[in-house]
């Protein structure tokens, strides 16, 4: 009894003021998480009592669900480009919006970042690509003489994976692109000094053993902004290709988990497909950590 | 005083229509009866040649609550000229409860509504081109006038033809006026009405409206609804006029203070003329005009010597403010010359290029088109001109002109430089439809009235301006009203209390019509308290948490399905009286809220497609309106030919309409497979593709645009696109026409079936048992009497936009459709199925859709293509009558 009064003593504020984050934590991320695994192995049409039926959900979702396996492929081929283009871009932006002197800097930062600040002014590539024959890209090629005929850029499932591509690219200057420019901001300029007298040849060279290892921290805070949004792709091309897209040829998982909630109406197999979601996505980032980590060692 | 002397007297009356016999009468005594589409021809022996204007004495007949149309001309029975259409006006007024509107359990004053008062109104016509100011030239002679009702009908009492005289000044006024009541008693005190409290007015849309942004604006509540302006947009076209009563108690000289508004139009001038007691009594107030204001301003009608006063006797007094043109007329009219031109110039261009223009090609338009660089550089000077009329009225110069200068520049360059034409055809084409729209603005008039004020001689206006810390205060009380209002419940039944819970998701204001109507006629008379939400949450999660409500309004029918699947509504089939109550709607909307044997919903809209027509390009190009496919597919290569084409949406309505016109369903009779594999499904899917790949219709296109620029004329949609255009293509409002879907030629007839989709009104279940007072809700509801009302104030409250696509049957005829719209939309109503809906329906627009690109992008077999679609559709169809235990499931 004494032993815990002396502990609350000395760390109660501390767990006080981590509790009201905690609190929070357990209600909006814990337990629906848990409510979702649970789910998962029910068959639930919303409105009936959910029956208990096992692993039923995984096995049609691995073994049966083409879709499934199209979305997962589309989501990884979306994450696979999205992600670390996205990053290498948002970082070499960055690198170079620094070296530009103090006015010109805030007003690049301003005109990256607008996209992600707008919120869902992607939806304007609609009209740049749209269908119609008066669409922005369409008339252009038109009048250039590239086209005879109108394309159907969001609804052939020839381009819309492109476009949605291109899209997730230009709405990729997002949060992380402000932490590394504040990261490049607060580099320790010494070590650069103290580097050129000890032989550092070239910028390349600076960029990986000074500056890099320097920005682990923003380096990694982006990276797991980046993984969660690559994977979480899904409003984008349902508001540019329509949802469900062209023989589900830009449905995600993060679609495919929408279309079973709250179109057919399944949310056990919907939360079986979040759960599947949930440990890619943990395991990316494990993978990820690590190897942000070894930055700037030989 | 008076402006017409009247000279001529109707000689004969002889009804062409009904019989061919001539009757002698005096214009007095003369009553006649005119119907809808009904003409009436009459003599008249003119003695002096000179201008004439018609006075028709009339007083209209009841019917449906559009103003009733008269076409008239002089000597030429067969005209379809707009210029010779006018209206004759019903007359009606506002509810008032007391001296205000009624108010609602917050204390909101909710809109009032219009009742059709039966009264005699006289309308002298003018022509409605150049000769607007000197009236109808007559020579010396017999001329026949003819007098037919394009809409609704009335009763005539008199028409007289009376030589124009000009108004007297007010100079003259103001001498005789002086000289004759030269011993007015003084201490006349100020006279003040409020705008909004009319006291007739001629037009249903002629609307008050509020404006609670600051306390000058009178009467003001900062966080409740008071109804304080008068007109707007909705008081804007030619004819429409307002009356009030006002009570004069010291007989004197007054002036007006008239405090107004007009911002709906930017920077444009209006009109409007000023009766006393029926007549217009000098020609200063024959045409006053309101500058464009941002904010209420005060106006005092004044000429160059002063304000305007007019004589008053003690007593009542009846003040008329109308909408005219007047001097705009010319204006106009030179500006309608200029358009056509150029619009027959732009079809002439159309013919040549076609829809898309190749840059790579050279027209040759010096000997192709030789007139095409005379006409424009015409046309430009035309409109400079008109440039310089509309600033010439403006005070300040407005958006207008700064759009015509726009089009003139355009002009100029084209013909300059006439070998780059084609390069500007497209900005040419929506130059074109930039001026008509700039056109149709110019002939709106809209103005909002505050008050108006009759100040007397040596009195000064009774309002006093708020200074600028009330004004403060009001905003702040406003703003903290918005934190304690409750904007989701219409009324203030409590939670407690024993009510019927019912959710709705409309527009606010429409709900708040929906509120009046259960107040007024369903709590009253049953005595069940009746709690209204306006709430746009899915429903399914509500009922999934425990609070849902016992009636939901409006769901539509893919919502209700997946909610009966799921056993979560009450049946209705044994209600009482039910067999009745279906009598209201058509078969065909009661398909998919039939399951099992048992009936879910009762109907309350439904929609479906009808063929809109662009009547002037069809007349121009001698087009005729196709009945059939067959039909459509050779208008649709002549239509081509000349640069046009159609608008069909690819939606797998287009689809359901094809099928159902080949006799078949899409599901089999127990729904447990779709029929798609059927050799008459393949063929309609044939032909849905074959439209975007043989026929070469636009995959994808913005139908409003198309449709008022006249590159479609011809367009298939839902029949709310009427809502659409009448809303924003004002400058095609009397140049497009609904029909009925093309068919297929049967041994009974063509049939022109199509999908229709379906919302409905239904019980949740819940725990108590007792579902008496909610049936008895939507049996109140969707009955006539209900809908007729709804559909009306709804209409007037908001405007056409919010016109209702009732499902039931006896509610269409009563809204303000056209006798011919009301003719087309019932031969295609009686014709529409529904498609029923399975528990895997959204598989089944997906997947048509999937395979329509299929078949359009990739160019696979169409029969391939559906066989292999329909077996993913029934095997999800499977799947899901399986989980939800269908047909004891596979």
Redesign the interface.
């Known amino acids: 009894m004494k032993k815990v009064g002396s502990f609350f003593r000395k760390y109660g504020e501390s767990y006080l003021m981590l509790g009201c984050w905690f609190v929070f934590f357990v209600f909006f991320v814990l337990i629906p998480i848990a409510i979702s695994v649970v789910i998962s192995l029910t068959d639930f049409n919303m409105l009936q009592t959910p029956e208990f039926v096992g692993p039923d959900n995984y096995i049609r979702l691995i073994l049966s669900d083409e879709i499934f396996i199209k979305s997962l492929a589309n989501t990884l081929l979306f994450a696979v480009i999205t992600g670390p283009v996205g990053y290498i871009i948002c970082f070499v932006m960055a690198w170079f919006i620094n070296e530009t002197g103090k006015y010109v800097r805030p007003f690049l930062t301003f005109l990256f970042y607008s996209p992600t600040l707008a919120g869902s002014i992607f939806v304007m590539w609609t009209y740049v690509f749209s269908d119609d024959s008066y669409g922005l890209l369409n008339s252009l090629l038109m009048n250039m003489g590239v086209i005879q005929s109108p394309v159907q850029w969001l609804t052939d499932p020839t381009y819309n994976f492109y476009v949605v591509i291109v899209v997730i690219l230009w709405m990729s200057m997002g949060t992380s692109f402000l932490s590394f420019i504040a990261g490049l901001q607060s580099l320790n300029k010494s070590l650069f000094e103290s580097a050129a007298i000890d032989g550092i040849r070239n910028r390349w060279q600076e960029l990986w053993f000074i500056t890099l290892p320097q920005m682990v921290p923003q380096l990694l805070i982006g990276a797991v902004l980046t993984i969660s949004s690559s994977f979480a792709v899904g409003s984008v091309p349902a508001a540019l290709t329509g949802n469900p897209s062209t023989d589900y040829s830009t449905h995600t998982l993060l679609l495919h988990i929408t279309d079973y909630g709250n179109t057919r109406l399944e949310l056990g197999y919907a939360s079986a497909i979040a759960v599947v979601l949930f440990i890619i996505m943990v395991v990316s980032w494990t993978v990820i950590n690590k190897a942000l980590h070894s930055l700037g060692k030989d | 005083m008076k402006k017409i002397v009247s000279v001529i007297t109707v000689i004969l009356i002889c009804f062409s229509l009904l019989f061919s016999v001539s009757v002698s009468a005096k214009t007095a005594d003369t009553v006649r009866v005119i119907k809808e589409n009904e003409r009436v021809t009459l003599s008249f022996e003119i003695t002096e040649e000179a201008g004439y204007s018609i006075s028709i004495t009339y007083s209209a007949l009841k019917g449906r609550n559009v103003s009733p149309q008269i076409a008239v001309s002089w000597d030429n029975p067969h005209t379809d000229s707009e210029d010779e259409i006018y209206d004759l006006p019903r007359t009606w007024t506002d509810v008032r409860v007391g001296e205000r509107f009624k108010q609602d359990d917050y204390g909101n004053e909710l809109s009032p509504t219009p009742v059709e008062k039966k009264s005699e109104k006289t309308v002298i016509i003018m022509p409605q081109n150049e000769a607007w100011e000197t009236g109808f030239p007559l020579t010396v002679g017999e001329h026949t006038l003819y007098l037919e009702m394009l809409q609704e009908g009335v009763e005539i009492k008199s028409v007289s033809v009376n030589k124009v005289k000009k108004l007297e000044s007010y100079e003259e006024y103001i001498n005789d006026a002086k000289a004759e009541h030269s011993g007015t008693e003084k201490g006349a005190q100020t006279i003040y009405t409020d705008a909004e409290l009319l006291h007739e007015k001629s037009h249903l849309e002629v609307a008050v409206s509020y404006d609670r942004s600051s306390p000058n604006i009178h009467p003001s509540e900062p966080s409740r609804i008071r109804y304080n302006i008068l007109g707007g947009s909705s008081w804007s076209s030619v004819g429409q006029w307002v009356s009030y009563k006002v009570n004069v108690d010291k007989a004197g000289f007054y002036k007006f203070n008239i405090v107004y508004r007009q911002r709906t139009v930017a920077g444009v001038d209006v009109r409007r003329r000023i009766y006393i007691d029926g007549t217009v009594p000098f020609d200063e107030f024959d045409c006053v005009l309101f500058p464009a204001v941002k904010s209420f301003t005060s106006l005092t009608p004044k000429n160059d010597n002063g304000d305007c006063y007019i004589y008053l006797d003690k007593g009542e007094h009846e003040i008329k403010f109308e909408v005219v043109l007047d001097s705009l007329q010319d204006v106009i009219g030179n500006f309608q010359k200029v358009l056509k031109e150029l619009n027959d110039l732009s079809s002439r261009i159309n013919v040549i290029v076609g829809e898309?223009v190749d840059?790579?090609r050279d027209y040759d338009f010096a000997s192709s088109l030789p007139e095409l660089v005379p006409t424009l550089t015409k046309s430009a000077d035309a409109l400079s001109e008109i440039v310089a009329d509309v600033s010439k009225n403006s005070a300040e110069n407005g958006s207008q002109a700064a759009r015509i200068e726009e089009a003139v520049r355009l002009f100029t360059k084209m013909s300059e430089r006439p070998n780059d034409i084609a390069k500007q055809i497209d900005y040419f084409r929506t130059q074109l439809y930039d001026l008509a729209s700039v056109l149709s603005t110019m002939q709106t008039q809209p103005l909002e009235l505050d008050y108006f004020e009759l100040i007397p001689e040596e009195a000064q206006t009774s309002v006093e301006k708020e200074n600028i810390f009330s004004v403060i205060l009001f905003r702040a009380k406003a703003f903290l009203g918005s934190f304690v209002d409750d904007y989701s419940s219409m009324n203030a039944v409590g939670e407690g209390e024993e009510a019927l819970n019912v959710w709705v998701s409309l527009g606010r204001d429409q709900a708040q019509v929906m509120n009046q109507l259960i107040t007024d006629g369903f709590t009253s008379t049953t005595g069940i308290p009746v709690r209204l939400s306006l709430v746009t949450t899915n429903i399914?999660?509500a009922?999934?948490s425990g609070k849902a409500p016992q009636v939901v309004l409006n769901l539509a029918s893919a919502n209700i399905a997946?909610?009966y699947y799921?056993?979560?509504l009450v049946d209705i089939s044994k209600m009482q009286n039910i067999d009745k109550i279906l009598e209201r709607f058509y078969p065909s909307s009661l398909t998919s809220f039939k399951y099992d044997g048992a009936l879910y919903a009762l109907p309350q809209t439904q929609s479906f497609q009808m063929m809109f027509y662009r009547t002037d390009v069809f007349k121009a190009n001698g087009f005729a309106v196709p009945k059939t496919w067959d039909e459509l597919y050779a208008l649709l290569s002549k239509m081509q030919n000349n640069g046009m084409t159609m608008g069909i949406a690819i939606s797998e309505e287009t689809f359901y309409m094809m099928l159902l016109q080949q006799g078949l369903g899409l599901y089999n009779d127990d729904m447990s497979a779709t029929n798609l594999t059927d050799n008459r499904a393949v063929e309609a899917f044939g032909k849905w593709t074959n439209l975007f790949t043989k026929y070469g219709i636009?995959?994808?296109?913005?139908a409003t645009n198309r449709f008022r620029t006249g590159q479609m004329p011809l367009v298939l949609n839902d029949y709310s696109f009427y809502r659409t255009i009448k809303v924003s293509a004002p400058e095609i409002q009397n140049s497009f026409a609904m029909a009925p879907l093309p068919g297929v030629k049967t041994e009974n007839g063509i049939n022109h079936s199509s999908h229709t989709g379906v919302s409905g009104a239904v019980i949740i279940k819940s725990a108590s048992d007792d579902y008496t007072n909610a049936m008895k809700f939507i049996d109140w509801v969707t009955s006539d009497d209900t809908q007729t009302k709804y559909s009306f104030n709804s209409e007037i409250r908001v405007g056409i936009s919010a016109r209702v696509n009732t499902a039931n049957k006896n509610v269409m005829s009563t809204i303000s459709w056209s006798r011919s719209e009301l003719d087309a939309i019932t031969a295609q109503w009686e014709q529409v199925v529904q498609v029923p809906v399975s528990p895997a329906y959204?598989y089944i627009s997906?997947n048509l859709?999937?395979a329509f690109?299929?078949v359009v992008?990739q160019y696979e077999k169409p029969i391939d293509v559906i066989y292999r679609y329909a077996h993913e559709i029934n095997a999800e169809l499977d799947r899901?009558r399986a989980?939800?235990n269908i047909g004891g499931g596979k």
Do not use: V
Request: no cysteine.
């Open positions: 898309g840059l790579n399914m999660t009922i999934a997946d909610l799921r056993d979560a636009p995959k994808s296109f913005d959204y997906r859709n999937n690109r299929r992008y899901k989980e939800l």
